[in-house]
């Protein structure tokens, strides 16, 4: 049994051809600036014992909460669905 917003296949059809999409979807990509790459391992910042406990509790801690995460945007056919 399939379950759909839709009461009918036809109807999620007439929803699917009357979306609107953006002419070039690029245009509305976010600027992601270029990740920082060293080009040797003496550039890197120094990370002592304290600076490396802290960054392993991070990843535990985002290991659990991601858990329970839920996204804030959906994607349907690769348009951002914002919910509340």
Known sequence: ???MPWAT?????QAVLRTKLP???TEQLPVIPPPVVYKSITDMP????????RYGQGIQQGQREARFRV???LKVFSIPIKYY
């Open 46 to 53: 120094a990370m002592d014992a304290d600076a490396n406990y």
């Open 9 to 13: 296949e036809y109807d999620l059809k």
């Open 1 to 3: 049994m399939d379950v």
């Open 71 to 73: 996204p804030d945007i």
């Open 23 to 25: 002419q070039d979807p």
